[in-house]
Antibody, heavy 119, light 107 residues
């Protein structure tokens, strides 16, 4: 079965960095579009970033542009999110998610990793 | 960026009721509209894709309709396990965007 397992979350101070990872199995990772979606405590879903199957197309929500970088290693079936200059408003559960393309539904989600930014 | 607006943001209903949630996009998105269900403490799951297509394994009491800017999710014969929050999402263009959610509570 498909598994997306996130790791790398934690508690950091404003301005610090974190690198999230998502290990994928049970699917053809190298032909999958991948996303990061976050959810602040008690709030709705917010799409954060997308990367095309080959890594050659990326997109970000405005609030993280210039601070977050999405990447992937298809040889290791792993997705990454480098988060720099973290802010308190970045505090959320971060989900790794998959879709066939950027323009189709998200059909698989990980269980999430919690990121807390607090002084 | 395309804004997605859901209404109502919450509603109370009884088991057996028919529930309708609407989603409006700030510009036409054809049928690039997906619906997700998120139960408390759980991961979202897709119910409807491309506006009206039922995801495999999802009960037929869920249905979706619409195109352009106006969409609806209908739950007929509401069941106890349907009490959850429902989100629409446009996949027409990046940045992808979700609606604010519609929480369906027990009356």
């Amino acid at each position: 079965q498909v598994q997306l397992v996130e790791s790398g979350g934690g508690v950091v101070q404003p301005g610090e960095s974190l690198r999230l990872s998502c290990a994928a199995s049970g699917l053809t990772f190298s032909s999958s579009a991948m996303h990061w979606v976050r959810q602040a405590p008690g709030k709705g879903l917010e799409w954060v970033a997308f990367i095309r199957y080959d890594g050659n197309d990326k997109s970000y929500v405005d609030s993280v542009k210039g601070r977050f970088t999405i990447s992937r290693d298809n040889s290791k079936n792993t997705l990454f999110l480098q988060m720099d200059s973290l802010r308190p408003e970045d505090t959320a559960m971060y989900y790794c998610a998959r879709s066939l393309t950027a323009y189709t539904e998200i059909d698989y989600w990980g269980q999430g990793t919690q990121v807390t930014v607090s002084s | 960026d395309i804004q997605m607006t859901q209404s109502p943001s919450s509603l109370s209903a009884s088991v057996g009721d028919r529930v309708t949630i609407t989603c409006r996009s700030s510009q036409s998105i054809n049928t690039y509209l997906n619906w997700y269900q998120q139960r408390p403490g759980k991961v979202p799951k897709v119910l409807i894709y491309a506006a009206s297509n039922l995801q495999s394994g999802v009960p037929s009491r869920f249905s979706g309709s619409g195109s352009g800017t106006d969409f609806t999710l209908t739950i007929s014969n509401l069941q106890p396990e349907d009490f959850a929050t429902y989100y629409c999402q446009q996949s027409y263009s990046t940045p992808l965007t979700f609606g604010g959610g519609a929480k369906v509570e027990i009356k």
